[in-house]
């Protein structure tokens, strides 16, 4: 009796082992196999095509933090986030609360607020392109009618970081939008109802006390998105500048000593130290938010 006791927990138990090996099989060639491949790539000078290689051991992740190019794409990539991430989720933000409200107008706003996520960058370079033209775009012509000088956005080294963030900026706006319609959705009108009993007044005072509180679990969900999206800019590089005027970014140098110097082991490298970066970048924000996280 007490061994038949024993072996049913013992057989439910290799059930759910074997539910759950095809997933954590399928984990292993998705993350693991990969990863390790990346990590035996970086310790080494392999180039794409070539038939033997060499063990170089740290010898590439040093040279990194030596390569002009890779410095100049990391401070490029920290300056696009500096500007995407506060601006994505205040207007993110700012967009819902000012759809919300909205009954019979909402829907329209929304797909039109959306549009830009579901396009692509590439196909609307061209469009950007012309929009930013220091002779023919719109946005100039726009500077020069209000008595201000031309700019080249697209060329000039000093404005190109700037000008790709707030392409970038256009395309994330309505994603965040979408998550904080939803955040506001769940929060109970119960809430609001009591608050104005208890006297408190609508507008800037209840968004303190109320909304945004309970939006924090929401928020710490954007911030992290928008972080990871802002981190990832290569499109908009690719399309609109080549990684001219010293708009490299930190993939679009992963792309260039990969795939058009072949330099596989370096660019294995790169794509680590990226990794990490992100991995910390997203602990760190996970940690600082999550104690001001309420969750109801």
Known sequence: MP??????PLSTAWLGIGMAAPAGLLL???????????????????????????????????????????????????????????GGV???????????????????????YFLPVTSSLIAMATVWQFLLHPKLGFVNAAL?????????????PGWVIPSLALIGLWQMIGFNMIIYLAGLSQIPAEIYEAAAIDGM????????????????????????????SAFKVFDTVLALTQGKSESEVILYAIYLEGFQYFKMGYAAALTLIFLALIVVASSLQLLKWDKKVHYA
Do not use: C
């Not at 061994?3 to 049913?8: G, H, P």
């Not at 207007?91 to 329209?108: Q, Y």
């Open 28 to 86: 292993i060639i998705l993350y693991a196999l990969p990863l390790i491949s990346l990590l035996v790539l970086s310790l080494t000078n392999y180039e794409l095509g070539a038939l033997d290689f060499q063990w170089t051991g740290t010898q590439n992740f040093q040279r990194a933090w030596a390569d002009p190019v890779f410095v100049r794409s990391l401070k490029n990539t920290l300056l696009y986030m500096l500007i995407v991430i506060p």
């Open 90 to 112: 205040f207007f993110g933000l700012l967009v819902a609360l000012l759809i919300h409200p909205r009954i019979r107008s909402r829907s329209f706003y929304e797909v039109i």
């Open 3 to 8: 061994n038949a006791q024993l072996s049913k």
């Open 144 to 156: 020069k009618a209000m008595g201000f000088a031309e700019i080249a956005f697209i060329s000039d």
């Open 201 to 228: 007044g609508a507008g800037w005072e209840r968004f303190l006390r109320i909304t945004w509180p309970m939006l924090t679990p929401t928020t710490l969900f954007v911030v992290i998105t928008t972080s990871i």
